[in-house]
C-alpha cells in the first residue's frame, strides 16, 4: 500500500506517523508546499506546544455531536497512551486543563516528531505544491514537482489561517471542483474591532466577565483576562468570543459587555468607592485601576476624579466598571486568526473520515468544517482525527 499524505503541520505529521507505525509494511510520503515541518505547531502554546485539553469534549467545538462520537473511543487516556507509545510524555499545567510535551518546547517537540517520521522511515517531499488530484487506481497526485501514482491519498491542509505559517487554503477551490461542499470559510479565535475608540488604553491587560449580546439578549457569557488593543480587544476570551460571533448567521446589532470586577455586586462595589472616595478623594481610583483604565472609565462614566463627591457619582463609576460596552465593528482577518471556521462539510465524510464521494481519498484535521475553542482543543482533534484515518 502507497499513502501521500498532504500537509505537514500537526495532523498531517501525526497521520503519517500513525499510519507507519500501525503499518510498516506500508509505503508512506508526507508532502508540504513549506520548506520545514510543522510551522503552525511551533507556534502553539506560545510556543510551548499545547498538544491537549484534558477536558476537551464536544461543547467545545462548533459540532458538538460529531466530535463526541470519536471522543468515546480516544478519550483522553487513550491519547495520552497513543502518544506515550511514540515516547511522548506529557505534563499539565498546575491549576489549568492545558496539556504540553515535558520538554515544553514547541520546537523540540516538532524536532522530536521529525526524527520519528525518519526513523520510521516516511519519505518526506517538502517544498512541493499539490495542484491538484485524480481519484483512481492508483490515484494522480498533480504538484509543481510532476506527478506521483498512490493507492491511498489523505488531506490534512489545514483551513485559511494564518498564511505565513503554510495555512492558506489554496486546495478548498480543488475539492470544491471535485465536487465537494464547502462551508464558508472565516476566521476564528481572532481579536475583534470595535467601534469605540481603544488607542488611549491599547496594551492595558484587565481580567473581566465578558458577555456578548445579540441585541439586548445574552448569547455568551465566559471569564478571562482582555487585552486591549489600538482598535478593539484581545486576549483568549476575545478570541473565543471571536469564533462564536463568527459562526452567527447575519449577525445584528453585536455588542460586547465587560464586567471588570465580576466577583463584586454592584451594590458592594458602590460602597467600596464611596469608602475609599471619602478616605483619598483625589486619588482613590488608582487602588482600583492602572492610569489609562482609570481614566477610560471615568470618561464613559461622565465623571473627573476631582468632581467625585457623593454616591450618586460612586454609582456611575460602578455602572461603568461592571458594563464597559464596545459595539463590534468586525472580527480580524484570517492573518491574525489562529483556526478557520467552515472547511469540507462533515457529510462528505464517513466515520473513518473516508470521502463518500471518492473511494480512495481521506480528511483529517481543520481541513473539515470543525473547530474549537482555545486552549488545545483544536489540536486535539488534530490527533483524533490522524488516529481514525491511521486505523
Not at 506529557?90 to 515535558?102: A, F, I, N, S
Not at 490534512?156 to 470544491?176: R, W
Not at 486576549?235 to 468570543?241: S, W
Not at 492602572?290 to 457623593?310: C, Q, T
Request: hydrophobic share 40%.
Amino acid at each position: 500500500m502507497k499513502i501521500a499524505v498532504i500537509g505537514a503541520s500537526g495532523a498531517g505529521l501525526y497521520a503519517a506517523i500513525f499510519l507507519k507505525k500501525n503499518h510498516p509494511e506500508y509505503e508512506v510520503h508526507l508532502f508540504d508546499k513549506n520548506e520545514k515541518l510543522g510551522r503552525k505547531l511551533l507556534a502553539t502554546g506560545n510556543g510551548h506546544a499545547n498538544v491537549l485539553n484534558i477536558n476537551t469534549s464536544g461543547e467545545h467545538f462548533n459540532h458538538p455531536s460529531f466530535f463526541q462520537k470519536y471522543q468515546k473511543d480516544y478519550p483522553f487516556g487513550e491519547l495520552q497512551h497513543q502518544l506515550a507509545s511514540l515516547g511522548v510524555i506529557l505534563k499539565k499545567e498546575k491549576d489549568q486543563d492545558y496539556v504540553y510535551p515535558v520538554s515544553f518546547s514547541a520546537p523540540s517537540y516538532v524536532h522530536y516528531l521529525a526524527q520519528l517520521l525518519e526513523d520510521l522511515g516516511v519519505i518526506l517531499h517538502m517544498s512541493i505544491k499539490v495542484l491538484d488530484y485524480e481519484n483512481g487506481e492508483p490515484c494522480t497526485l498533480k504538484t509543481d514537482a510532476g506527478a506521483f501514482s498512490f493507492d491511498e491519498l489523505v488531506f490534512v491542509t489545514g483551513g485559511k489561517s494564518q498564511a505565513n505559517l503554510g495555512s492558506d487554503g489554496s486546495l478548498f477551490p480543488v475539492f470544491k471542483k471535485h465536487g465537494y461542499k464547502i462551508v464558508p470559510l472565516k476566521p476564528g479565535l481572532c481579536p475583534i474591532k470595535t467601534k469605540e475608540k481603544t488607542k488611549s488604553i491599547s496594551g492595558q491587560r484587565h481580567k473581566a466577565k465578558v458577555t456578548i449580546l445579540l441585541g439586548d439578549v445574552v448569547f455568551r457569557e465566559e471569564e478571562g483576562e482582555v487585552l486591549f488593543k489600538d482598535d478593539g480587544l484581545s486576549g483568549i476570551v476575545i478570541f473565543n468570543a471571536a469564533s462564536y460571533i463568527n459562526h452567527l448567521e447575519n449577525p445584528e446589532r453585536l455588542s460586547i459587555v465587560l464586567d471588570l470586577f465580576p466577583e463584586i455586586t454592584l451594590t458592594a462595589l458602590v460602597a467600596d468607592l464611596f469608602d475609599s472616595m471619602s478616605k483619598h478623594p483625589s486619588f482613590f481610583l488608582d487602588a482600583y485601576l492602572p492610569a489609562p483604565l482609570r481614566d477610560y472609565v471615568m470618561k464613559i462614566a461622565g465623571v473627573g476624579v476631582s468632581n467625585v463627591a457623593s454616591k450618586k457619582d460612586c454609582y456611575q463609576l460602578a455602572k461603568a466598571l461592571k458594563g464597559m460596552e464596545f459595539h463590534v465593528d468586525s472580527t480580524y482577518g484570517f492573518a491574525s486568526s489562529q483556526v478557520t471556521i467552515g472547511g469540507i462539510a462533515l457529510e462528505e465524510v464517513d466515520a473513518n473520515l473516508r470521502s463518500i464521494r471518492e473511494k480512495h481519498v481521506s480528511f483529517a484535521g481543520e481541513c473539515l468544517d470543525i473547530d474549537g475553542l482555545c486552549g488545545g482543543h483544536n489540536l486535539t482533534w488534530c490527533l483524533i482525527s490522524a488516529l481514525v484515518v491511521a486505523k
